[in-house]
């Protein structure tokens, strides 16, 4: 009888594993036609019909694959190789992204990392390859928040921080979560049940693409992140007096839009003039009943602080708010800031990052060290799990936009080092 496989048996054989880069390319612009717009970019805003059909998609192809999936009760995806936990000594290793996009998004920003986790995940189960921890792929919900303004939903779930979450949700136009997240497979009222208790994770890595200029400046193909931004994120309601456009004197009118205007210059110039934090955004208004002949009723705006120093975001956080209070005083509107959603900046667990760069260096890729300016999944997953990110360049820099794109040999690159960070860890 042959001698059982010993630890460098297996080593030795998982050292040869290599994803397959024309499936892995194929997913991704499979997946990109579903929410895919005329211009080349991707709408599958979280919960969406376009959303579940990503998903479904996804699931199928695992499926197919000979993996299972679950939903988990706050809409994650969850996919692994049956049994792979009966043959494992240590906690699983967790290896995913999102899978819902912006409104008119790229088809990278999320699907890559989920869509790589299914290749490594395949890759292993092909090869039979025995791990001493089980590997379980995850795409998470809603990290965009682009149609429930609820982002890193899932990651939130799952790392149990439910006492932040609103109890029940609703879209930006008063739809609640509760029917649509039953809809993808979740249960609201069974949160709980898709949280894990820190310590029951080996690790979570996120494969992601840069959405940033650096690693195409420098010609390096693989990023490996060190910190990712903090982030607070509120909505502004402005409720003023509707009135006719011709006939209502401009004395004593109550115009929220003109408040509005002027809070969105206040909030740019929180990062280029005062320096309170390092970007500052308003990316999102409506404005009711939004007539060109009628003075409006209501402006709901969101606005986005990003820094890496959490007290620089509360010192601009402050500022905000006192600055709205004036402005709505002196423009007689009434104004409520109606949720802040934050996440605070982490730094990826340095054993991780070592692993992560000592894979890329097996495999002969060059890298660099860097921040993420965007935020991440990863970020919320580091209240209970030690954390690493992988990122590939962007071309141009650019996401959030149909141009974005990274070139197919980084996104090989970029799903052979998680494969090997997976093996390494
Ligand atoms: C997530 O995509 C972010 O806004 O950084
Ligand atoms: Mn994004
Ligand atoms: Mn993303």
């Known amino acids: 009888m042959p001698n059982p496989p010993t630890v460098a048996d297996k080593s030795r054989s998982n050292a040869s594993l290599r994803i397959d880069g024309a499936r892995l390319l194929d997913r991704l612009d499979r997946l990109a036609e579903i929410g895919g717009g005329e211009g080349g970019g991707v709408t599958r805003m979280g919960f969406s019909d376009a959303d579940l059909e990503g998903r479904a998609h996804v699931a199928r192809r695992a499926a197919e694959a000979g993996l299972t999936t679950t939903v988990d009760a706050g809409g994650n995806l969850l996919i692994r190789r049956p049994g792979d936990h009966r043959r494992c000594a240590r906690p699983p290793v967790l290896i995913g992204s999102h899978l819902d996009t912006v409104a008119d998004g790229g088809r990278l920003d999320g699907a890559y990392g989920v869509i790589a986790a299914l290749e490594v995940l395949q890759t292993l189960h092909e090869a039979g390859a025995e791990t001493d921890h089980e590997t379980i792929a995850i795409g998470f919900a809603n990290e965009e928040g682009a149609l429930f303004p609820q982002p890193f939903w899932g990651s ?16 930006y136009a008063g739809k609640p979560l509760r029917d649509a997240l039953s809809r993808a497979g979740g249960d609201l009222s069974q949160l709980k049940t898709a949280t894990w208790a820190p310590g029951s994770l080996t690790a979570y890595l996120e494969l992601h693409v840069e959405q940033g200029p650096v690693l ?3 010609g390096r193909t693989i990023g490996v992140v060190e910190s990712i931004t903090g982030r607070i994120h509120m909505s502004v309601q402005l409720h003023g007096r509707a009135g006719h456009a011709g006939t209502t004197p401009m004395e004593g009118r109550r115009d929220p839009l003109v408040v509005a205007a002027s809070l969105v210059g206040a909030v740019q ?19 009711l009943p939004n007539s060109p002949n009628t003075i409006p009723d209501s402006v709901r705006l969101d606005i986005d602080l990003r820094d890496s120093d959490p007290a620089r ?21 009434r104004a409520t800031i109606e949720s802040a959603v934050r996440s605070a900046p982490v730094h990826t667990d340095p054993v991780v ?28 997953v580091a ?4 954390v690493g990110m992988i990122f590939v360049p962007s071309i141009d820099g650019v996401s959030h936009v149909p141009v974005e794109r990274t070139a197919p040999d980084d996104l090989v690159a970029g799903a052979e080092v998680l494969l090997r960070t997976v093996l390494n860890l």
């Not at 939130?156 to 879209?171: F, N, Q, T, Y």
């Open 216 to 218: 195409e400046r420098l």
């Open 313 to 333: 975001l509360d010192a601009a956080e402050g500022t905000v708010r006192k600055t709205l209070a004036d402005l709505a005083r002196v423009g007689n509107v």
């Open 156 to 171: 939130m779930v799952l790392a149990g921080r439910l006492d932040a979450l609103p109890s029940e949700p609703e879209d």
């Open 353 to 380: 990052r070592d692993t992560i760069a000592a894979s890329a260096t097996e495999l002969g890729f060059s890298q660099e060290t860097l921040p993420s300016g965007a935020g991440h999944d990863a970020q919320v």
């Open 383 to 386: 209240d209970i799990a030690p």
């Open 269 to 287: 110039r929180l990062a280029t003039e005062e320096n309170l934090c390092r970007v500052a955004t308003v990316g999102r208004m409506e404005v």
